[in-house]
């Protein structure tokens, strides 16, 4: 299905006649466990060797607008996909990304819910909407770091955690992370030193403005899209931890060819090249994959229902048809190989890989959707409009009971 993927629609074209109460059924109020697809997920992942050696971590949040705020977790807060504050929903996202084979998964998510939805007021919306009563209010970076703790006692393989500049900033966050080697993006004001014994800070945003600043101009690449070049300076710097402490660290700080500043602190040891450096601070680009196929080429981006469980049911079987997307990528990888001709051929250093739009219309012709016959559609038009009646004729009833 192209677009309109809510569950009803779903149902219809799966099974012509059906008026798409079942799978409603299934994914707001069946009780099964959408924890449990994360964990076949990464369990999946942990026993592939051809995953064993280069996967990355990348923690990230992505935004849905609503139209009210009765649905689980829904309010006015900063939507990154629009870069304002609107009304939405909002999730912390934790994908495992590979490239050396150019695959990806979501592997756990979690929906933020901001802190007013714990208050007396919503304890009537809360149950409404089932949101589970043991959950308490979690800022995003503490869901973030629980979701990789849950990787970590999985075994899930990976080399490196990366963020952006929410997480980056969160002392707490990076202090969880204990000896776990990270790259997280911080933001341009955050407090640094050139040594331990430095009486005071200056922003990180100063050290792009000196004229003695190493720059390096670097190409991370190959990629798909071509040569990611920039100008790169790494030092050694000195910034305030959770307890205040002075914590020594890598600062990498990317220059792009607009002159848009990136900075990133990287505990990778002391004596790190600057390309390892360099190359696991541009880590984090590879999620927008994640999100992307997730959203617009998946279905999660037509999620319409109110409840927290059908949230976490629709999500999650998102995040099992991104792992079968990549079962296929990896698949395709070993069973047709390229011939080496190609690259030179188009004068490229890496071909185009498999993508997730390419899986999708090689599935739309091996399961094609059955079509309505006449009687079938008849059907089912009648059974909308009778559940549309049914569900007016309720609203009515209420309406009379509340006034009476």
């Not at 994914?27 to 959408?34: Q, R, T």
């Not at 004596?271 to 590879?286: G, I, N, P, W």
Request: proline share 6%; glycine share 6%; with cysteine.
């Amino acid at each position: 299905m192209e677009d309109a993927r809510n569950f009803a629609n779903i149902e219809r074209r799966l099974e012509p006649g059906k008026d798409g109460q079942q799978l409603q059924q299934f994914m707001s109020d069946s009780p099964w466990s959408a924890a449990a697809v994360y964990e076949r997920i990464q369990e999946e992942i942990r026993q592939d060797p051809r995953l064993e050696r280069g996967g990355i971590l990348i923690v990230d949040e992505t935004a849905d607008a609503k139209a009210g705020e009765h649905s689980a977790g829904a309010g006015r807060q900063h939507n990154g996909r629009l870069g304002k504050v609107d009304l939405c929903q909002v999730a912390t996202c934790l994908s495992f990304v590979h490239p050396p084979s150019g695959v990806w998964a979501l592997v756990d998510n979690e929906l933020f819910l901001q802190e007013h939805w714990f208050s007396p007021d919503y304890a009537p919306l809360r149950r409404e909407v089932g949101v589970p009563p043991e959950r308490t209010f979690q800022t995003k970076p503490q869901l973030a770091l629980a979701m990789v703790r849950r990787a970590v006692a999985r075994g899930l393989p990976f080399e490196r955690v990366a963020a952006d500049d929410l997480y980056g900033r969160n002392r707490a966050f990076r202090a969880g992370l204990g000896q776990l080697p990270y790259a997280l993006e911080v933001p341009l004001d955050t407090p640094i030193s050139l040594s331990p014994q430095a009486h005071h800070c200056f922003p990180a945003m100063e050290v792009a403005l000196w004229h003695h600043t190493p720059w390096q101009r670097l190409a991370v690449g190959p990629v798909e899209r071509g040569l990611l070049a920039a100008e790169f300076a790494a030092l050694r710097v000195w910034t305030p931890d959770h307890n205040g402490q002075l914590e020594e660290l890598w600062l990498v700080v990317r220059r792009d060819l607009d002159g848009r500043l990136t900075f990133s602190l990287l505990n990778d040891p002391e004596k790190t090249d600057l390309e390892t450096l360099v190359r696991a601070s541009c880590q984090r680009h590879f999620v927008e994959r994640v999100i992307e196929d997730g959203k617009f080429e998946l279905g999660w981006d037509d999620f319409c229902a109110r409840k927290y469980r059908a949230w976490e049911h629709h999500v999650a079987l998102t995040a099992a048809a991104l792992w079968f997307v990549a079962g296929v990528k990896l698949n395709w990888r070993e069973d047709y190989q390229r011939d080496p001709r190609l690259k030179k051929t188009f004068e490229l250093e890496v071909l185009p890989a498999l993508s997730t739009a390419n899986v999708r219309d090689l599935l739309q012709s091996v399961l094609p959707l059955p079509r309505l016959g006449v009687a079938q559609a008849r059907n089912m038009v009648a059974k909308h409009l009778v559940n549309r009646a049914r569900s007016t004729s309720s609203r009515l009833k209420k309406q009379r009971e509340s006034s009476a």
